[in-house]
């Protein structure tokens, strides 16, 4: 049903720039370090060391309430923040009813004050952008006011780039995603295993870009581009009006109230064999480790089973809502999120909230004047109806021989940092492959999935679907987004359909692949390089 007259926009908000005045090129230079480049940093405590110390906001525009983390309104356990004009205030957050704390100016330094147009607050850091769309971090969001401070700097290498600009070409959804080893600690692969966030944290901030169907995220330990992706819903089609994230749980909605939710994080999916161990085999039967470090050295332990949990459709909400959505965490452990949607029901505003595994949604009321703009919600499933063209980029290539020849898995097996290793290098270095026979193809290749369909053309002509399963590679230096002629590593495997693989008795050519290839595994690790023409496996 359309709400209150008229159909979503998202939640938008302008950058404004003098007409006569170009962007500036660099972030402001007062302040180039700050403690959030020295992770993990020390335990939330939420004291409030400093905080009368902060002159008080006696303006009469300043939230009565904030229950929804939006560009202007943001909360962790500990404390309130809100954007009001240029101005970021805070206060100590109380748990439910009237907030008396007054709202006091968040101490920052002399070159962002009246440039703030945006914030977003997840565990202990604070994410703020100016007029011109360049990042800036306060730490310690979770302790003391008296130890809060600012960094411009973001990006490779280990936080130290002089920084970083929010991804896209507008501000139609984003947020600062955080996951720290002493408040969220865990998080679990694919098959429901804890594993532990590492000591530098797991800190993006995802973004909207485009026509909403991609989400391009920036990591303040990896290169400064627009190169980094979490692969959307519907196979990265779903256009998203909202997106809000929080302990590497990010959440979208589309113009007629479908949402989805996905753990996901450049560490967690693949992407850092660095930091982290991974394998594309089921780790049942392995116990899990006590600790990352254990993780990481000991190989009788379990590994991070990839690929990467894909994307959960949440149910719809049962009454009128927005386009203002949220998620929180609320303790530590993987799915203690919260997620909220701006609504309405029986005339009174509030929110609908919910944990992502519960099958219904509850309402809050909260009379708080209207964040976002109303949402066509009708009850039936809308995914779908408005899909993002599919990616244009049709690849193929051949699979090496497997006669002893550097490969994805011989890489995971001797411990070398596989996301790391193209195997346009290896060919470079003289560790050629000969092709095997095999060749698989993809059409609509989109580098930002997880999996997507595949065929593999046996020596006799015989086609045999397959599943591609990718993630990112680690790269050392920034690219363009998607594919063109500049290789783009990723890692991988080739996996056979579970029915298949226990009837491949039945199909010659696929019982002949699974012995030959696939080494009598129903998935089996790659590492590939991909061109916008051309496809290079080993």
């Known amino acids: 049903m359309r709400l209150w007259g008229i159909a979503a926009v998202g939640l938008l908000w302008p950058v404004p720039v003098a007409a006569a005045q170009a962007p500036p090129s660099q972030p402001a230079a007062c302040v180039p370090f700050g403690t959030a480049q020295l992770p993990p940093g020390v335990p939330s405590g939420g004291g409030r060391l400093g905080l009368t110390n902060l002159p008080v906001f006696t303006g009469q525009s300043a939230p009565a309430s904030v229950e929804l983390r939006t560009p202007t309104t943001q909360f962790n356990r500990f404390s309130d923040f809100a954007l009001v004009g240029h101005d970021l205030l805070t206060r100590p957050r109380t748990a439910g009813g009237t907030n008396a704390e007054p709202w006091r100016y968040v101490p920052m330094p002399e070159c962002l004050r009246g440039r703030l147009i945006g914030i977003s607050v997840d565990d202990d850091e604070l994410a703020a952008v100016d007029d011109s769309g360049w990042i800036y971090t306060m730490d310690n969001a979770s302790q003391d006011p008296i130890f809060w401070n600012w960094t411009s700097a973001w990006g490779s290498p280990l936080w130290f780039a002089p920084g970083q600009q929010l991804p896209g070409e507008n501000g139609n959804g984003w947020a600062l995603s955080v996951s720290s080893p002493w408040d969220n600690q865990t998080f679990t692969d694919i098959a429901g295993r804890i594993h532990y966030v590492g000591l530098g944290k797991m800190t993006m901030l995802p973004a909207l870009t485009g026509d909403g169907s991609r989400i391009t995220f920036a990591d303040p330990w990896l290169p400064n581009d627009d190169s980094y992706e979490i692969g959307g819903p519907v196979g990265g089609r779903f256009q998203s009006i909202s997106l809000s994230a929080a302990g590497s749980t990010t959440f979208v909605m589309n113009r007629y109230g479908d949402m989805y939710t996905r753990s996901f994080d450049f560490d967690s999916s693949g992407s850092d064999s660095v930091f982290f161990r991974y394998s594309w085999d089921s780790q049942a039967g392995k116990p899990t480790a006590p600790n990352i470090f254990a993780e990481l050295l000991d190989r009788s332990t379990a590994a991070i089973q990839l690929p990467a949990p894909d994307w959960v459709h949440q149910p719809k909400v049962p009454g009128e809502i927005t386009s203002a959505i949220s998620v929180n965490s609320t303790g530590p452990g993987p799915g203690q999120r919260e997620l909220r949607v701006e609504g309405r029901r029986d005339g009174a505003t509030g929110f609908w909230h919910k944990s992502p595994t519960a099958p219904e949604w509850e309402f809050t009321r909260t009379d708080a004047a209207r964040l976002g703009t109303p949402v066509d919600n009708p009850s039936a499933d809308r995914s779908k109806d408005t899909l993002a063209p599919p990616a244009p980029w049709h690849l193929s290539g051949n699979l090496p021989a497997r006669d002893?020849?550097?490969?994805?898995?011989?890489?995971?097996?001797?411990?070398?940092?596989?996301?790391?290793?193209?195997?346009?290098?290896?060919?470079?270095?003289?560790?050629?492959?000969?092709?095997?026979?095999?060749?698989?193809?993809?059409?609509?290749?989109?580098?930002?999935?997880?999996?997507?369909?595949?065929?593999?053309?046996?020596?006799?002509?015989?086609?045999?679907?397959?599943?591609?399963?990718?993630?990112?590679?680690?790269?050392?230096?920034?690219?363009?987004?998607?594919?063109?002629?500049?290789?783009?590593?990723?890692?991988?495997a080739v996996e056979v359909p579970r029915d298949a693989f226990d009837t491949r008795?039945?199909?010659?050519?696929?019982?002949?692949?699974?012995?030959?290839?696939?080494?009598?595994?129903?998935?089996?690790?790659?590492?590939?390089?991909?061109?916008?023409?051309?496809?290079?496996?080993?």
């Open 505 to 538: 008795g039945d199909d010659p050519a696929l019982d002949g692949f699974v012995r030959d290839w696939m080494r009598g595994r129903q998935i089996a690790a790659i590492t590939l390089s991909a061109t916008d023409h051309d496809l290079v496996v080993r």
């Open 404 to 492: 002893g020849s550097i490969d994805g898995q011989t890489l995971i097996d001797i411990g070398l940092p596989y996301s790391v290793v193209d195997p346009r290098l290896l060919d470079a270095v003289g560790s050629h492959a000969a092709p095997s026979g095999y060749r698989i193809s993809v059409s609509h290749f989109d580098p930002a999935a997880t999996s997507r369909a595949a065929t593999v053309t046996a020596p006799d002509g015989a086609e045999i679907p397959v599943i591609l399963h990718t993630a990112d590679g680690l790269r050392l230096g920034p690219r363009a987004a998607g594919l063109d002629g500049e290789p783009r590593h990723l890692v991988g």
